[in-house]
Every structure is written in structure tokens, then in C-alpha cells.
């Protein structure tokens, strides 16, 4: 059972991650990002190739330090990949449209569309079949508790999670920029008078979300390798996260990310079917919007600081 | 048109940034195409589609259309704008004009002309579809035509044409029209030709005989070089003038509409060709189409239509809607007794349409009394994950549906009344068909009715604003409920035609990129409007299959979605309100545009209140 709880928050971590691109998003522009999966799938992607030309068929490289230098620059390097998918997707997808202030509709369609082609041309460049990624640490269990599994790859996503939302947090609380993103996220009208230039600063706000989906596309490269669709279910499980949190708001998708890995994964424990987690992660948004749109913190990235 | 104010100028290229930009894009657009249309990839040589179509004479034909595409899109913006006049200043009259001008009689002889010739191409319409076995036309073989019926419905279908061509010509001559840059007018209409010559695939028999008569134009018209700069030409033309910033019906516009005025007879006559198109016209293609029409063509006009009311009526955004379509065919399968599941009595399929019907509607309230009541965008990834609840359900939950090895053999249509026997056969598509029109041409009218009723402008009020409409008095949720629930019970109507016609269902059929693909339609059409609707079904239904039947510009059927993420966006940039849009969702998307109201019914972007 301890296991299953172990798997949700590891899971859980990775959704937080994901979930925080929709969250910045939502906070800025009060919309959801449809396109957000293919961000990750980029991120994973990106992993894939770095590993793919620095390991290889080599094998697995051992030892601490090997360890932390395949992942920092595979979350780099895949945080890039996933930072410039969502600067395109911006660009192509959502700024034409907010020049001519249309209606949210067409944002939605657009996003779907720039997400069914950027999912489709991976397909068709990459192939549409999952591939497995070399691996860039061995994933060995590191410690036993209750009988609850810790392994080196539960261990690696804790730390480079926490560092990277910990960093994301001083950036959108202590920052220039993260002012200036919160200040857009309040009042895009208001920022603009006070100088804010407000493209620019959606332009990062995308690119800091993408940064952070880039990320979790890495992990779940290693984990289950890359494939065109690989993002589409981590990406819904994560806006069920975000809006568990409180959509446009931070800190709430760091929590609602591990709210939902514990509550899609322990349950499987007793019901024993794991097809059923979908079920679980969609009726828990369902009863979720019905009980508390507002999410477990509260809405508005400007004003929970 | 302020290029009489600026005559004395002459036409200088003043080209700036913004025309580089343009050019620009549109060459990459055009590279972005040869990818898409270039040779796949793979993961051990990720650069090879790439490379091979960047590096390759694949990319020239693109690139010619990058630079058409560039061309057309700023002498349109510069003509706009008034730095450029018109390649011809003077506008020159036409022959039709000109003619009319001298007199009433010459005018007469004008339309005696206009009728002839479209008696002629009836004629050859209906040479067309005559009989394959000929080897020379003659006028004994002419008259023979005449006693097939269908050549009447090509007369009438003439006479419709006849009567648009002279109408929208008279009011050519009356009132001004000189704002289609005539090149433009003259080459669309050749390409619309050369379309409409590639349309008749689907009458495959009647091409051939026509082939056998004079194989020397077929030849060149279908099997040259030529097609391919033709294709590419009216690509670029149909794409600039698809993508234009239509505002001529914008608030406070100077522009008059260029609509085309429906008289009475037209409106009849035009039925009666419609209804000919669609009862008699099916009989003469080849079974490949028969089969084609009925699943990819008629059962999506239905899901389309259906999800036009909750899309475009309502202003709704529905991603799970293949969930319904897929429920309607599940409800099939379970009361002929094709599921593990047994059911307590098996019925015939024509007594399950109305079960499907009202089992997917109780879904729909069932899920739409919750989540409308939310602001709309949530309302879209709760569809999202219902959709893929019940898609999940349909391949997992092994005892009740099956799983992915698919349900057992479902039984067919039949009629035993009354001493009346008959059993539909999948030998015979057209049966199916003709059924399927059964429920698909009373829906249009009263999906259309409904739109013009009470209930459709409370719709409208609905997603124009809907804190107004509730102000009213209007109870904004039942009445979305309302549109949730009968997009949701046609979806399962059209579940149980494709139950029944393709005998076992699989789930990989109902997945996600179905919804979106049916979203495509209602948006490719033009939300909120029936005709768009259909008109987006056929064509975006057909082209596929027609382009890869014959893998023309190297289409492959796994791309499909590829070419339909992209139209999507290009749509929602340039187009939002589709090929054929509603009057009415115009003016909305424009008026939202402007700050005034909003298009849809998922509460506004950027006038939140800062509280």
C-alpha cells in the first residue's frame, strides 16, 4: 500500500511540474493552454536526443557525480526544448488572435490545432511509435521503507522537482519578471499604462511554464520513453492538478499535483485495476468543479502573493 | 474605393517592412507544407523527412506557391490600403456589360445565349452520366440521353445555375461591382472548374466512357504536369481569398454587401437541384463512393450538425463529443446482444434509435446539469475527460464491453410490417443511405427551425452575453442544457448507423482526434450556420478520401490530422467565422472584436473585474 502512496507522490511531482504551465497561463491570460501536452512531448523529445548522442548504446554511466550531470543537463536541455515549443505555440497560436482581441473560442480551437500539429509532425518526423530512452543513471532500489520502494529515479525527480519549483517560486515572487508577470496577471490594462510591456512578459510566462513542462517531458522519457503522444494523459492528470490547486494560482499547482498523484494511485491498492486511475483523476475534477471551482488555494496569480 | 482621389500617382512599388514580412511568411508557410506533405521520418533518422523534403524538387512546387501566395496577399493589402491602384485603372467593362448596355434587345439575346449554354452543359452533363457502353457521340445518342430522368434533374440543376449566373450578371450591370480584382474572378473560376472536373471521380463509370470519346483531352487534363501547377495555383488563389479579412458586414461598414439576392424560383429551383444531387446522384457512382458517402460523408453530417448546435448555437465547446456517438453505438450493440453483457430482450436496430436517442441525451443532462453551470472553458476539458472515460471504459472494462478485441456481430437493419419484407445488406450501401437520409433531412429542417425560434435566440442572446440574457429573465442553464443534450442524443443517433453498418464495433474507433475532427467540420463550415456545417462535412470528408485514393501532392492518410491541426489554426487567425458562416456569428465575431459582447459562451478574457 506504502508503495502505491510512493508511486502518487512521485507522480504527483511530475504532474506539479506540468501542471504549473497551465496555472501561469491561466493566471495571465484566463485561458487554458490545450497545447501545453506537446510542450512536454518536446521536453521529451529534447531528453531523448541528449541522451541519445551522449549515451547511447554505451552503457549506463554510474557513480554520483555521472548521475548529476546527465540530469541537470538533460533538465536544461529538455527544459529548452520545452521552452522554445511553448514560445512557437505563443507566437503562432495565441498572439495573432490577442492582436485582434478574439473571442476565447478561437483561442481554444487555435491552441487544439497547434497542438494536433505539433503532435502529428513529431509523429510523422519521429515516428509514431514509443521508443525507449538510454538511460542516464542506474535505476537501482536506494531504500526500503515499510515496505515501500524508493529508487534512484523516485529520488532524482524529488530533488530536481523541488529544486525547480523552489526556483519557479523565487522567480514569480522575488523577481523583475515575476512582478511583472503577476502585475500583467492582476490587470493587463493597468501594467501596460505603468510600462509593463505586456507581450513580452506572456512571451515568458509561456517560456517559464514550457521551461517546467520541458522538464517533466524529460523524466517521463526516462521513465516510459518518448513517443508523439506521450504528453496528452500526464497533461490532462495535470490540469485536473492545477485546477485542484486553484487554477492561476502557483503554490496550489505544487500541491494539487501531489493531491492527485496520492488520491489516482492509492485507491488502486484496493480496486486492483490500474486502468482505473483515469477514471478516478476525471471523477475527482468532476465532483472538484462542483464542490470547489475555486480549487483547494484559491484562484488569481496576482493576488495570493 | 478611394483610388480615384489618389489618380495622379502612378503605380510605384513601395514596398516596406511589413511586405517583406509578408513574402516572408508566406514562403515559410510554403516550406511548412513541403514538410507536411515530404516523406516521413524516423526515430533512428530523425532528419531524414526533413532533408529530403527541404533538399529535394519536392520543395519547388511549394516554394512557387509560398511566393503566389505572397504575391496575391500584398497586392490585396496594398490595393486595400490604397498605395496601389489596380492593374487596370480603368475599370474596363465587360463583354456581358457592354452587350446589355446597348439595348433591351441585345440584352434578350444576351440571356438567350446564357440559356443555351447552359442547356449545353447539361447536355454534356448528362453525357456525362450516360451510359458507359458508346464509342461516338451522336445526336441519336444525344437524344437517348433524354429518356434517362436524370438528365431532367440536370436540366433543372442547369436552369438553378442559368438563373444564378444571369441574376448576379443583371445586378453586375446595374449596381457596381469592381471590387473582385477581375484576373482573380476569371482564374477562380478556372479553377473552380478544374476542381469540379477532378469532383467527378466519384462518377468513375461515366469519366471512363467520357475518356473513351476523347482520351486526348482526359489525358491531358488528368495525367500532365500541368494538373500539379494548376493545383498549386488554385491553391494559392482559393487560400488568399478564403483568408481575407472579411469585414464587409461589420458594424458601420461602408461596404455593401455583395450577397447574392435569392428570388423565389431561385430558392425553388435550387432545392429541387439539391434534392436531385442528393436522391439521384449516388445511383450512378461506383460502389467505392456508394460505401464512402454513407460512413465518411453522411453519418458526419450528422455528427456535424449535431455538434453545430452545442458549438455554434450555443456557443459551447464540447471535446468529448464522440463519448455520445460512441455510447449510441454501444447501446446498439448491447440490445442486439453483442456485448458480454446480455440484455433482457433483444430489439430490432430501428427500435434502438430512439432508446440510443434518449440514453445519450440522459448522458448529456447527466453531464451538462453540473459542469454548465461552470464558466465554459472548464466545461471543455470536462468533456475532454468524459470523452475519455467512456473511451476508456469501451476498451478496458473487458466483462461489460468487451474490451479492444471489440463487440460481436451486430445484427442489420430489417423490416418485417405489413407484409413488407426487407433486410438491408452492406452489398448495397445505397440502403443504408437513403435510411440515414431518413433522419438526417429532418433534422436539418428542425435544427434550423429551432435556430429561428424562440429557443434558438435565447441561444444566441446566451453566448452574445450571457449576464444580460440572465438579467432577462432568460434561465441560461437549462437552455444549455438543452443545446448539450440534443447535440448529444444526434450523436447517438448516428452511433447506431455506423453500429449497424460496420457489424462490430471496435473502440479504437471513438477516440479523442474523432471529437476534434468533428469539430473541424462545424468550424471549417462556419459556426452556427447549417449550410456551412454540411458543405465543411462534405468537403473535408471527401477531400481525404479523394486524395488518397489517388495520393495526389503525396498525401498520406496518417497525416490527416496533421493538415487539420494547421488548418485549424490558420482558420481561427484568418477566418474565424469559417468558408460559409452565419450572418449572425459574423457580426458577433466581429462586434466581440471590437470589444462589444462576446462570440461565445465562455465568459470574457481580458474585461475581468479587477475586484
Redesign the interface.
Known amino acids: 500500500m506504502f508503495n502505491f502512496l510512493l508511486q502518487g507522490i512521485f507522480t504527483g511531482l511530475i504532474f506539479s511540474l506540468v501542471a504549473l504551465g497551465y496555472t501561469l497561463v491561466y493566471g495571465v491570460l484566463r485561458l487554458i493552454n490545450f497545447a501545453h501536452s506537446e510542450v512536454l512531448m518536446t521536453g521529451g523529445f529534447a531528453g531523448y536526443f541528449f541522451l541519445h548522442y551522449t549515451i547511447g548504446i554505451h552503457p549506463v554511466p554510474s557513480g554520483l557525480w555521472a548521475t548529476i550531470f546527465y540530469v541537470v543537463l538533460g533538465v536544461i536541455i529538455s527544459g529548452a526544448g520545452g521552452t522554445l515549443a511553448a514560445l512557437l505555440i505563443e507566437r503562432f497560436a495565441y498572439r495573432p488572435l490577442r492582436r485582434r482581441n478574439a473571442p476565447k473560442l478561437a483561442y481554444l480551437i487555435s491552441a487544439i490545432g497547434a497542438s494536433y500539429f505539433l503532435l502529428n509532425l513529431f509523429g510523422k518526423e519521429f515516428g509514431r511509435y514509443p521508443v525507449a530512452t538510454s538511460q542516464p543513471f542506474n535505476n537501482h532500489v536506494v531504500v526500503t521503507i515499510w515496505g515501500g520502494q524508493i529508487t534512484m529515479y523516485d529520488l532524482v525527480i524529488l530533488i530536481a522537482t523541488l529544486a525547480l519549483l523552489f526556483s519557479l517560486d523565487r522567480i514569480v515572487y522575488r523577481s523583475k519578471m515575476g512582478r511583472a508577470i503577476r502585475a500583467v496577471a492582476s490587470d493587463m490594462e493597468t501594467a501596460s499604462l505603468m510600462g509593463v510591456n505586456v507581450n513580452r512578459t506572456i512571451a515568458s510566462t509561456f517560456a517559464l511554464g514550457g521551461f517546467m513542462g520541458g522538464a517533466a517531458g524529460f523524466f517521463l522519457a526516462i521513465n516510459q520513453g518518448v513517443s508523439n503522444n506521450m504528453g496528452f494523459k500526464p497533461a490532462l492528470f495535470a490540469f485536473t492538478a492545477a485546477v485542484l490547486g486553484g487554477i492561476g494560482n502557483v503554490r496550489g499547482a505544487m500541491v494539487g499535483g501531489v493531491i492527485l498523484g496520492i488520491a489516482m494511485f492509492t485507491p488502486i491498492y484496493w480496486l486492483g485495476q490500474p486502468w482505473l486511475e483515469e477514471v478516478i483523476a476525471f471523477s475527482v475534477l468532476v465532483l472538484l468543479l462542483l464542490f470547489r471551482p475555486t480549487g483547494i488555494l484559491g484562484e488569481r496569480l496576482g493576488r495570493t502573493a | 474605393m478611394s483610388v480615384q482621389a489618389t489618380a495622379p500617382k502612378k503605380r510605384n512599388l513601395s514596398l516596406n517592412g511589413d511586405d517583406v514580412r509578408r513574402m516572408c511568411t508566406a514562403i515559410a508557410g510554403g516550406l511548412v507544407l513541403a514538410?507536411?506533405t515530404g516523406p516521413?521520418?524516423?526515430?533512428s533518422e530523425?532528419t531524414y523527412?526533413?532533408k529530403t523534403s527541404l533538399l529535394t524538387s519536392h520543395v519547388i512546387g511549394y516554394l512557387i506557391f509560398g511566393v503566389i501566395l505572397g504575391c496575391l496577399l500584398t497586392y490585396r493589402a496594398k490595393v486595400q490600403d490604397g498605395t496601389w491602384r489596380r492593374i487596370r485603372s480603368t475599370p474596363r467593362r465587360t463583354l456581358f456589360e457592354r452587350a446589355a448596355a446597348v439595348s433591351s434587345i441585345s440584352r434578350y439575346a444576351l440571356l438567350a445565349v446564357t440559356a443555351l449554354a447552359a442547356a449545353l452543359v447539361t447536355l454534356i452533363f448528362a453525357d456525362f452520366s450516360g451510359p458507359v457502353t458508346r464509342n461516338k457521340l451522336s445526336v441519336h445518342v444525344l437524344a437517348h440521353q433524354f429518356l434517362y430522368t436524370r438528365t431532367y434533374g440536370y436540366l433543372l440543376l442547369a436552369l438553378a445555375l442559368w438563373f444564378t449566373v444571369v441574376n448576379q450578371a443583371m445586378r453586375l450591370t446595374t449596381y457596381r461591382l469592381r471590387s473582385i480584382p477581375r484576373p482573380l474572378f476569371v482564374l477562380g473560376a478556372v479553377i473552380a472548374i478544374f476542381f469540379f472536373s477532378l469532383t467527378s471521380d466519384p462518377f468513375l463509370p461515366a469519366r471512363f466512357a467520357w475518356r473513351s470519346l476523347n482520351p486526348a483531352v482526359a489525358n491531358s487534363l488528368f495525367h500532365h504536369w500541368t494538373t500539379y501547377l494548376w493545383l498549386i495555383l488554385g491553391l494559392a488563389i482559393s487560400l488568399s481569398w478564403l483568408f481575407k479579412r472579411d469585414r464587409s458586414s461589420g458594424t458601420g461598414s461602408p461596404r455593401r454587401s455583395r450577397a447574392l439576392v435569392v428570388t423565389p424560383p431561385m430558392r425553388f429551383l435550387t432545392y429541387v437541384a439539391a434534392g436531385f444531387i442528393v436522391f439521384e446522384a449516388p445511383k450512378y457512382m461506383s460502389q467505392y463512393w456508394q460505401i464512402s458517402l454513407f460512413q465518411q460523408i453522411g453519418v458526419f453530417c450528422l455528427l456535424a450538425i449535431g455538434l453545430n448546435i452545442v458549438?455554434g448555437f450555443a456557443?459551447l465547446?464540447d471535446?468529448g463529443y464522440v463519448a455520445f456517438y460512441c455510447l449510441g453505438a454501444y447501446v446498439t450493440a448491447y440490445f442486439c446482444g453483442a456485448l458480454p453483457l446480455q440484455p433482457p430482450f433483444h430489439l430490432n436496430p430501428f427500435l434502438i434509435i430512439p432508446f440510443a436517442i434518449i440514453i445519450a441525451m440522459l448522458s448529456g443532462v447527466l453531464l451538462g446539469l453540473?459542469?454548465l453551470r461552470?464558466?465554459?472553458?472548464?466545461l471543455?476539458?470536462?468533456t475532454?475527460?468524459?470523452g475519455?472515460?467512456v473511451y476508456?471504459?469501451a476498451?478496458?472494462w473487458t466483462t461489460v464491453t468487451g474490451g479492444s478485441a471489440g463487440t460481436g456481430a451486430i445484427t442489420n437493419f430489417s423490416i418485417h410490417l405489413f407484409g413488407v419484407n426487407y433486410a438491408w445488406n452492406p452489398t448495397n450501401p445505397l440502403s443504408y443511405y437513403y435510411l440515414l437520409l431518413g433522419i438526417l433531412i429532418p433534422a436539418i429542417f428542425l435544427f434550423d427551425f429551432l435556430n429561428h425560434s424562440k429557443v434558438g435566440r435565447t441561444w444566441a442572446a446566451i453566448r452574445e452575453d450571457e449576464v444580460a440574457a440572465q438579467s432577462l429573465g432568460i434561465n441560461a442553464l437549462k437552455y444549455k442544457v438543452m443545446a448539450f443534450a440534443m447535440g448529444a442524443s444526434t450523436a447517438g443517433a448516428a452511433g447506431v448507423f455506423t453500429a449497424v453498418k460496420v457489424g462490430h464495433l471496435f473502440p479504437n474507433t471513438f477516440i479523442?482526434?474523432l471529437s476534434?475532427s468533428i469539430?473541424v467540420l462545424v468550424?471549417f463550415g462556419g459556426m452556427g450556420s447549417i449550410v456551412g456545417v454540411l458543405l465543411g462535412a462534405i468537403v473535408l470528408q471527401w477531400l481525404p478520401s479523394y486524395m488518397n485514393f489517388h495520393s495526389y501532392l503525396g498525401f498520406q492518410e496518417?497525416?490527416l490530422?496533421?493538415y487539420?491541426?494547421?488548418?485549424?489554426?490558420v482558420?481561427?487567425?484568418f477566418r474565424?467565422q469559417g468558408l460559409v458562416p452565419s450572418r449572425r456569428r459574423r457580426r458577433?465575431?466581429f462586434d466581440?472584436?471590437?470589444?462589444l459582447g462576446?462570440?461565445?459562451a465562455?465568459?470574457?478574457?481580458?474585461q475581468?473585474q479587477?475586484s
Open positions: 514538410i507536411m516521413e521520418g524516423s526515430i530523425p523527412g526533413v458549438v456557443g465547446l471535446l453540473p459542469t461552470l464558466r465554459g472553458d472548464y471543455a476539458i470536462v475532454l475527460g468524459f475519455e472515460i476508456v471504459l476498451n478496458d479523442l482526434q476534434i469539430l468550424i496518417a497525416d490530422y496533421l487539420i491541426g494547421a488548418l485549424l489554426v482558420m481561427m487567425i474565424p458577433e465575431i466581440a472584436e471590437e470589444g462576446s462570440a461565445d465562455l465568459g470574457a478574457i481580458t475581468e479587477p
